[in-house]
């Protein structure tokens, strides 16, 4: 994706860093080469806008739901039982 134009941050990079900048989960620096970028680059703009609505829309599908306590509780008494064996070859 690329809408032709050189950029100092290349689009497959960027494409790369969405989902971490998003989530506001991106150092400083690759944050101000994505939003430079996306200031810049209409494809990768409508690319961002995509992820980010599909972000929020999963997100207020999920808080609908509430799990209840016990079922909770099961669940992580069952993570707690289990062991991994690891073997070294």
Known sequence: ?????????PC???LSLLYVYID???DEVHRIEVTAHLG???PCV???TVERRMKERVRAACQAEQVPDQVRSRIIARIQQVSITYRYE
């Open 40 to 42: 810049e680059c209409p």
């Open 24 to 26: 506001e989960e991106i």
């Open 46 to 48: 409508e690319h961002f």
């Open 12 to 14: 497959t990079e960027v």
């Open 1 to 9: 994706m690329s809408c032709g134009n050189p950029h100092a941050t």
